[in-house]
Each structure stands twice: as C-alpha cells, then as structure tokens.
C-alpha cells in the first residue's frame, strides 16, 4: 500500500524546496551596494577582557573614540581560555545551508551537552577550495558565570551580546544573547528605508502621472461642453441643414433650367434658316440634340446654312442625300447640337442665400432713403411730379409682338391662316427668311 506524503509537490517538483531557491537569493537583497545603506550599521560598545573597550558599527571597529562613547547596544567579549575554535571548508552553497552544516560539525565535535552548548560562525575570505568558516564554541553554563562578573561594567545592561573576536579582527556572534534586538532594530530600519523608497516611487509616479491625468480631465471637460454645445444647436444645425438642401436643389433646378431647349425658339430659327424649296417630313428634339428629316433642292448648301448659324454645333449628315426618281428634291437627314445659352430657356435665375440677403439689403435702404426724401425741404417738389398713366402697368407689362386674332407667333413670326394677313418683321434681304414662305 503506498504511503501517504505531506510533502507539497506538484508535477514531482517539491514546492518548499521551489520557493526557497527563489528567495534565496533575494534574502540578502540588504546586503547589495546600492541598498545596503538602508540597513545602517549600528552603533555597540564591546567589553574587551579586563577594562578594555572599543566602539563598533555593526561589525567594524572604529578608530579610538575620546570621550564618552554613545552606543545603542553592548557585547561583551569572551575571553580564549572560555571558547573552543574550528576552521572548516566547505564548497559553495547558501547562508542557510552554511549554517546547518556549522551546526552539524558543531554537534559532532562538541565537548559540551547540546542544552550547554553555545556556538556561532563566521565566514572568512573565499579560497580557491570552497568557502572556509570558523566556528566557536562555549558553554552556557561559563558564558552566564562570566557575564554575572562583569556586571559592574555592564551598568545594569540587560541581554548584553556575546562576542568572540576571530580571524581578521570580526566578530562571531554566539547564538542565544542579545543579538536578536540589534538584528531587529536593522529590521525596523531597513523596512521604513523601503517604505520611504515606495513613497518616493509613488510621489514620482504620481508627478509623473498628473498632467496626463490633467490632459485626460480638460479632454473630457472639453467633450462634455461641445456635446453641451451640440445640443443647444441642434435646431439651428437642423434648420442650416434644411437651408442647405435647399439651396442644393435650387441649384440642381437652375442647372437643368439652364441647359433645358426651348422649343418653339428652335422651331422659329428653323422657319428663318429654311429655304423656300425646302420642306421637313421629321422633327425630333433629344436634350440638345435635334434630328430633322424633309426635302430640298440642294442639301449641300443646306447644310452649310445651318454650319454657318450661330448656336448650331456639329452639323452633320448621318446618311447621304438620294434623289426621288425624276424629281428635282432631294431626301435628307441631317443632325445638329443646340447652344443652351442661345435655345435655352430664358428665365430669372433663382434667387440665392446671398441674393436673397442682398435684395433684402437693397429693400430696407430704399425704404430708409423714401422716409429720408419725406423729410427733406424738396419732398413736396417730389410729391408734386406727373405720375404715369394707371394703365401704364398693365401696358408695360403686355408682350411687345402681340398677336392678332386667328393667327399664331412663333419667336417674334406672326403667321396667319384663313387669308388674313401677316405681318412679318423686317428683316435682311440677304437673309432666306426675306423670302415668303408658301
């Protein structure tokens, strides 16, 4: 039956032993240069054998001190004939591993019971071999009898540490004494150095942050007003939208106004340009485009009548002329393109926004010149001018080439039926209209 483990494994990887090797380097983090300063050495008053004493930061002997010496913490020095000394070498491992392995060489060579025995250790330089330790050992029992006799010189210091001076002139350290309070009061000041390093880090990050933050708020507050704005304007934006399309569709409609083909004009300048010999069987009107298809005696000359008109454009035959049998008329088909600004329509153009506003303009300073001139000195002179007839409107406003009763006007023509007569304009006997139509 296989046994149940507690161990904390997954994927047969021993997690305490994972976690470990990942702290493990990071657990002297303290002692690097560039953070060791958050962890200041502090100061210890050593009582030397005797009425020696020397003043230390942390594990550094100081120069003479003259004076009276100002120490937070106090070490007694144990005398050699107390302390039983062993260099070992050992290859290079953790500070944790290094401990336990003292701890085992220590058990092994100890002379004293393991609850009277004290010991520390303390690495020295490294050696091309490995990594070289000097362990001390002591007993209880003689450790408490000495420091009970130098209690006049600890001046009534309680848990004083326990040194023993090794190779190199450093301490080592016996476990069990005092040392855990220095080692705390390290602690209290390495964390509020990396509590102070997380304030500056944050000031930083915050100074770094608040104009983005700055930038981001006057954004918003600028996003807010224009949609403040936006909705305040809405009905003018709508009736600008509406003003817009308007004038867009004016626009579109005075285009095609524009290029739009009268009719009767085309028919009127065909009546003038056709000889007297000439008839029309077809006439086809497309945009500008026109199609007439009749008979005539010569429809090369025809042809170059209608070249030669001005607003006639590419004037040409899309078949040739043929002559009926025995006759003296000619068939013919002939094509031609309108100019939309002689044939078009002839019309106000649609007034716009800005003639609109002009016209505007214009009325309000006339009526502003009236009220003047009735205030003027010779507004009665101007009162007192003849006024036209009241029918003079109505005549002006009639068309110039009237037409008579029971006949037709074609662009200023006047053809008559039923024998009536007709009274053509004048004009040029060179012209082919002079000739009298049949």
């Known amino acids: ?16 032993a994972l976690w470990r090797d990942i702290r493990s380097p990071w657990r002297g983090m303290h002692a690097w240069p560039l953070l060791s300063w958050l962890t200041p050495s502090a100061p210890i008053v050593l009582l030397h ?3 020696g004493v020397s003043f230390w930061l942390g594990d550094d002997k100081q120069s003479k001190v ?5 120490a937070s913490f106090t070490a007694v020095e144990l005398p050699e004939d107390y302390v039983l000394r062993r ?6 491992m953790a500070e944790s591993d290094i401990a336990n392995a003292g701890a085992l060489e220590v058990r092994a060579i100890s002379p004293f019971p393991e609850s009277d025995l004290v010991w520390g250790c303390r690495a020295l330089e490294d050696s091309p071999g490995g990594l070289r330790i000097e362990l001390a050992l ?3 029992r003689q450790i408490g009898q000495y420091l009970a006799a130098q209690a006049g010189r600890l001046g009534g210091v309680s848990g004083p540490e326990v040194w023993v001076l090794g190779g190199q002139h450093r301490p080592i350290v016996l476990g069990g004494y005092g040392e855990g309070s220095r080692q705390a009061h390290a602690l209290r000041w390495r964390r509020a150095g990396y509590g102070l390093l997380l304030l500056i880090a944050a000031l930083v990050a915050a100074i770094a942050v608040t104009p983005t933050l700055q930038l981001r708020e006057r954004a918003l507050e600028a996003a807010q007003s224009y949609q403040d704005a936006a909705r305040r304007t809405a009905p003018v934006v709508a009736k600008r939208d509406a003003l817009m399309q308007s004038v867009e569709k004016l626009g579109m409609l005075s285009e095609v106004l524009s290029t739009r083909i009268e009719p009767m004009r085309v028919l009127d300048k065909l009546t003038q340009l056709l000889p007297d010999d000439t008839y029309l069987q077809s006439f086809r009107l497309q945009g500008s485009k026109v199609t007439i298809v009749g008979m005539t005696g010569n429809a090369a000359a025809l042809m170059q009548v209608l070249g030669n008109e001005p607003g006639l454009r590419e004037v040409r035959a899309p078949s040739a002329a043929t002559r009926m049998g025995n006759s003296a008329k000619e068939t013919f088909a002939i094509e031609f393109t309108l100019d939309s600004q002689v044939f078009g329509v002839v019309g106000k153009a649609p007034a716009t926004p800005a003639t609109a506003v002009a016209a505007t303009v214009a009325t309000a300073a006339s009526s502003a010149a009236s009220a003047a001139t009735s205030t003027l000195p010779g507004a009665s002179t101007a009162a007192s001018l003849p006024l036209p007839p009241a029918n003079s409107a109505a005549s002006a406003a009639a068309p110039v080439n009237a037409v008579p009763s029971g006949g037709a006007a074609f662009g200023g023509t006047v053809a008559t039926f039923g024998g009536r007569a007709a009274s053509p304009p004048a004009v040029s006997s060179s012209s082919p209209a002079s000739r009298t139509k049949p």
């Open 1 to 16: 039956m296989p046994s149940i483990s507690s161990d904390a494994r997954f994927l047969g990887v021993d997690l305490h």
């Open 49 to 51: 054998p005797g009425d």
């Open 66 to 70: 003259t004076g009276r010496v100002k």
């Open 87 to 92: 260099t070992l070498t050992l290859p290079p």
């Open 138 to 140: 002591a007993s209880r």
